[in-house]
């Protein structure tokens, strides 16, 4: 069975946590900013966990990471 690759554009965005989950970035912060308040931007600069619907995928994407 050959070896399988890594998603590089996928490996660039999602890191692996300590317990095993990943994060990832959020998105709506890259412009037209000036309507949405401080609070929201505040909180889009948080990284996020990609939710368990999306583990699967991430599993086939990101096999050895």
């Known amino acids: 069975m050959p070896k399988m690759k890594t998603h590089r554009a996928t490996a660039k965005r999602f890191k ?7 994060k990832r970035a959020r ?11 401080s609070k929201r931007k505040r ?17 086939k994407l990101l096999p050895y990471m």
């Open 27 to 37: 998105a709506w912060r890259s412009h037209l900013l000036g309507h949405k308040s």
């Open 43 to 59: 909180r889009l600069r948080q990284p996020a966990v990609v939710s368990a619907a999306d583990r699967g995928r991430m599993q």
């Open 16 to 22: 692996r946590t300590a317990n095993g989950l990943w």
